[in-house]
């Protein structure tokens, strides 16, 4: 039952909705000790010759009455106790949501979608069932077991009683037993069910590269082995859910033939009337709901034990990346600079970059090239804090970004990834995803910026086409150049492009570079790119090798120093030349 207890504040914060709920399960399990005791006066009476029509009349009309206000105290109960589960519910979604919201990409690194979408439903289900399914559950075995037990104790005859409880310890040593054997069983379901959900996200949304490379008949059997054994593992808890049901009617059993028996001879003792066994074996009778909802109780209760702690120990996990005390909310602007003495992934030692030193000043443009793993991207990445540099700094307009707020920082950084997400939306609410209030017009103008409003007027819905599964398939440039015009929507002081270039063709790259310098004037622009075409233009150059700075200045630094930059440069333009069907003799 430590899950209750766990759930305290809860209990508390809506105490007055349970304490109602439980005052009309009270009640209810009072009124409904009324019917048998009316029906053993009522076999009395017959055995006595003394009963009535006008009596039974009485009699009956008051037992509809009885069922009157039970129906109507049900009704309130059932509100009171299943309406604060269900905002529990709520309440955890939230908890979980905003938790999600605040971790960095270390967090999602060591967990997998499927795991954190299982805790957002299935373990949240199971604490809700234990908020309302388990209190009732506890509330009315013990409210209804206890007064029965009372009533046939005080009112009928206390040594029957007795008799008929002796089976009672072997139920709850049974059902303790059992509680045991299925909390750990339902642990390892809900663990092989978040990998099974996890299987079905990465499937699905990788789709394409199954097909592409025809292994759906591979992934079909992966897929079949996970799916046994999430049954496997629920089957193990049904087996001993299973246990519950026939142990606790076993043991009624037993208490009501000791019932029968030694309840005749204490009527044939004249120890206790005929209509006295009745209303007792009837009595019996209710205390099979109590002894069962027991075996519920156990059921929800390990259940909701094991998807709690699931969930506790998520929300326990603390963030990684945090705001100073009195951090600066207003949004920063100026002077880029960067002095990185050594930077390391969290838990590695290795070191991606080191001795990263150069300025930007306002409105110049960066470009960042190097080979595939030389550190771009983690250089990029730390400038929007999603990790943090413990040794070394990046300042914009003087002031260190770790002294700004995450949000003001962020605020002032347009992020155009090398992983371009698109929202299940129209085209035009994806574009001004950062800037809800925008006008068609501002995003008309970001798309022609972008390069891609010719494209989006040519869809059949325009700009109301809505991307995703039930909208229209985009191509990977039409992808980057929708990300592209999301960011310059809202026209931030630094907009980053991490290598957000490569998917369109040279003609439309050359576009776009050259409407991002004519509209983004005192705007600090950084290009991470392959292909050097993209950065020609820029005020600084940076060649990055194995996390350091092998060259810098501008292109035509560069060429005249003719190392690696040079090389790459000349390389590429043979390309070019190559594709245009061009050449040398």
């Known amino acids: 039952m430590n899950v209750f207890k766990d759930l305290f504040w809860f209990f508390k914060q ?11 399960l009270f009640l209810v399990s009072l009124l409904t000790l009324i019917p048998p005791y009316v029906v053993g006066v009522i076999v009395d009476r017959i055995l006595e010759g003394s009963l009535s029509r006008s009596v039974l009349i009485q009699w009956l009309i008051f037992l509809l009455v009885v069922g009157i206000l039970t129906y109507i105290l049900r009704y309130v109960w059932r509100i009171m106790i299943f309406g604060p589960s269900i905002r529990l519910g709520k309440q955890l979604r939230n908890q979980l949501y905003v938790h999600f919201n605040k971790m960095s990409p270390q967090f999602y690194q060591k967990r997998r979608v499927g795991d954190l979408m299982a805790h957002s439903t299935n373990d949240v289900q199971a604490v809700e069932a234990t908020a309302g399914e388990g ?17 046939m104790a005080l009112a009928i005859n206390f040594p029957l009683t007795l008799i008929v409880l002796l089976p009672m310890p072997l139920m709850a040593w049974a059902t303790g037993y059992y509680g045991k054997l299925l909390h750990e069983r339902f642990f ?52 001993v859910d299973s246990l519950f049901d026939p142990t606790i009617s076993f043991i009624v059993g037993l208490s009501y033939i000791l019932a029968i028996s030694f309840g005749s001879w204490f009527v044939v003792r004249e120890t206790i009337t005929l209509g006295e066994l009745v209303t007792f074996t009837m009595y019996l009778g209710m205390l099979i709901w109590p002894m069962l909802a027991f075996g519920f109780l156990f059921n929800i209760v390990e259940r909701g034990r094991a998807s709690y702690d699931r969930i506790r120990s998520l929300l326990s996990v603390k963030e990684d990346i945090t705001d100073k005390e009195n951090a600066i909310v207003t949004t920063p602007s ?10 390391s992934f969290p838990e590695s030692d290795q070191a991606v970059l080191r001795d990263i030193q150069f300025r930007l000043e306002q409105g110049e443009t960066l470009g960042i090239v190097g080979k595939t793993g030389s550190g771009k991207t983690t250089l990029l990445r730390l400038l929007l804090r999603e990790f943090d540099c413990k040794d070394g700094d990046m300042t914009i307009g003087g002031t260190s970004i770790y002294d700004f707020k995450r949000s003001a920082l962020r605020s002032a950084i347009g992020y155009v990834p090398q992983e371009h997400f698109l929202f299940s ?6 574009i001004a995803f950062g800037k809800a209030e925008a006008t068609m017009a501002e995003i008309k103008r970001a798309a022609q910026i972008a390069c891609i409003d010719e494209d989006i007027e040519r869809f059949p819905e325009g700009y109301n086409t809505v991307v995703g599964e039930r909208g229209v398939t985009l191509s990977g440039g039409q992808k980057q150049r929708i990300s592209i015009a999301r960011a310059i929507l809202l026209n931030p002081e630094i907009l980053i492009l991490d290598d957000s270039l490569s998917a369109v063709d040279a003609k439309t790259e050359e576009t776009i570079v050259n409407e991002l310098r004519a509209n983004r004037a005192n705007k600090t622009t950084i290009i ?13 150059i940076i060649v990055l090798e194995d996390g350091r700075i092998a060259e810098r200045g501008t292109h035509e630094e560069l060429l005249e120093a003719d190392q690696w930059y040079a090389m790459m440069y000349r390389h590429q333009q043979l390309e070019s030349l190559v594709a245009q069907g061009g050449g040398t003799a």
């Open 528 to 540: 991470s790119a392959h292909r050097l075409s993209a950065i020609e233009h820029a005020d600084l």
């Open 425 to 430: 939306a129209t085209l035009a609410e994806n």
């Open 188 to 239: 390892h379901a809900q663990s092989a069910f978040s990998d099974l959900n996890d299987k079905v996200q990465e499937n699905v949304s990788g789709v394409r590269v199954i097909k592409a490379f025809g292994q759906e008949a591979d992934e079909k059997e992966s897929f079949r082995k996970q799916s046994a054994d999430v049954v496997q593992k629920n089957v193990a808890v049904a087996k």
């Open 14 to 24: 809506e105490k007055k909705y349970y304490l109602t709920g439980i005052v009309m």
């Open 135 to 151: 209190v009732l559950t506890l509330v009315d075995s013990l409210t209804m077991g206890g007064m029965v037990v009372i009533m």
């Open 334 to 343: 100026g002077n880029l600079a960067y002095s990185i003495q050594s930077y």
